[in-house]
């Protein structure tokens, strides 16, 4: 199993030390007020969009894929699926998403897709999430309609697979269910198939509801990942 770290070249920084320079590019006029006056809440606003934004890049691993996700069990009460591993690839290309739905993310100025495959707690239905970063958040609305909204894979997200795991057959053959959902630049995707690896067209009555958990744990990667955080000048954390 894949141990969850940050990518090499994309964490280079905390998130919360990237922001917050508010108040340069002052005229030389008014370089007395302009230097002592704290941000405006425009100004921090706009810091905290931006942080936001940068998330994809700055936060590690497995703080984007926690360990585990909780979700509602079929059969009620409250379940956990674990992370089996994270793709080391980040490349807005037709090895992250369908062919069909490159050239899309390419107008609306992807910067990176990452992915992470799960399996539910009965260990029988896979499901890689995956975050598409944007240019920002009215690309990420215009681009989500490259992606099937009716719950079926394709257009879609395409599965990671992890040699002798659970997810080793997990080929985009395999495919039985998706989902797409946006919030500020992000994208989150989900495709999800079965353990055993057998083929969509071999799985016999479509039971959508065994799916069903992968775009509840979709939905919190993505509202940790999209909610704004009002920096704190006094806290230490923000350079203001």
Not at 118 to 136: F, K
Not at 141 to 158: I, Y
Not at 196 to 206: S, V
Request: one cysteine or more.
């Amino acid at each position: 199993m894949n141990s969850a770290r940050p990518w090499p070249t994309l964490v280079v920084a905390s998130a919360l030390t990237l922001i917050c320079a508010v108040a340069a590019g002052v005229a030389g006029s008014a370089a007395g007020t302009e230097l002592t006056r704290g941000p405006t809440a425009a100004e921090l606003r706009a810091a905290a969009q931006r942080e936001v934004a940068e998330r994809w890049r700055t936060w590690p691993a497995g703080r984007i894929f926690p360990a585990t996700l909780p979700y509602s069990a079929e059969q009620g009460g409250r379940e956990r699926a674990r992370r089996i591993g994270i793709s080391p690839r980040t490349s807005c290309d037709g090895e992250a998403v369908d062919a069909a739905a490159v050239e899309a993310l390419r107008r609306a100025g992807c910067k990176g897709v990452l992915r992470a495959t799960y399996v539910d707690a009965l260990r029988g239905v896979l499901v890689t999430v995956g975050v598409v970063a944007l240019r920002d958040e009215a690309h990420a609305v215009r681009a989500r309609s490259a992606f099937s909204d009716t719950g079926k894979p394709t257009p879609g997200l395409r599965p990671v697979a992890f040699r002798k795991t659970l997810a080793d057959r997990f080929t985009p053959g395999v495919r039985e269910a998706g989902s797409v959902r946006q919030a500020g630049p992000y994208l989150v995707l989900t495709t999800s198939g079965q353990v055993d690896g057998r083929p969509a067209k071999a799985a016999g009555e479509p039971r959508p509801s065994i799916f069903a958990f992968a775009t509840e744990i979709s939905e919190q990667v993505l509202a940790e990942l999209s909610r704004p955080r009002m920096p704190d000048c006094g806290s230490g954390e923000w350079r203001c």
